[in-house]
């Protein structure tokens, strides 16, 4: 699936998710979403490996479970857009989940 374009990111209210909402090559929305680990205690990363979901995290229909930050990476990589939270999506996955 490629990303035809972006329409916003953000953080979510549940304590500190991320994620962004986009258009794939097929024509449906998607959500690339980065699941806090805030409140686990003695988790390893500060974020879970990103899920795409169809429309939106809220569906909870998944298209999509990234295995490896690597994949997230090669995912995320060729994207941009002009936005904080988006620039901040791509400092956590570059980092494996950890946002310094």
Not at 14 to 26: T, W
Not at 37 to 54: I, S, T
């Amino acid at each position: 699936m490629k990303v035809v374009q972006i329409f916003r990111a953000d953080v979510y209210r549940d304590g500190g998710s991320l994620g962004f909402q986009f258009e794939g090559d097929n024509g449906n929305r998607y959500e690339f979403f980065l699941k806090t680990r805030r409140f686990e205690k003695g988790a390893d990363a500060n974020y879970h490996p990103p899920v795409l979901f169809l429309e939106n995290c809220n569906s909870g229909e998944i298209v999509r479970r990234m295995t490896s930050w690597e994949e997230a990476q090669e995912f995320i990589r060729p994207l941009a857009f002009d936005n904080d939270r988006f620039r901040q999506i791509q400092e956590v996955v570059n980092n494996r989940g950890n946002f310094i």
